[in-house]
């Protein structure tokens, strides 16, 4: 999986993940890009998509979209005991 490759889920996706560089990138158009948010069907493969964010020194935050019960948030200071498998 590719951090910022086309191959986004489609369908019912139930997991999320908001990253930033802890660096903050400009665009083409010389905006700077803040935040960004890619949907997952399962936790497993939003784990593997943070794992990824993480390793690259970025921050990262995930959780289930709504109305998906029930509802579960993992924040920043959470993510790598979340990654790791310790709920």
Do not use: C
Not at 37 to 42: E, M, N, Q, V, Y
């Amino acid at each position: 999986m590719n951090l910022f490759g086309a191959n986004h889920v489609t369908g019912r996706d139930i997991w999320y993940v908001s990253y930033r560089s802890n660096i903050t990138p400009k665009r083409e158009n010389g905006d700077h890009i803040v935040r960004a948010t890619r949907k997952f069907k399962d936790e497993a493969e939003a784990r593997r998509f943070a794992q990824e964010v993480i390793e690259k020194g970025w921050s990262a935050i995930a959780g289930t979209l709504n109305p998906h019960t029930p509802k579960r948030t993992v924040s920043s200071t959470r993510i790598l005991d979340w990654i790791a498998g310790k709920h």
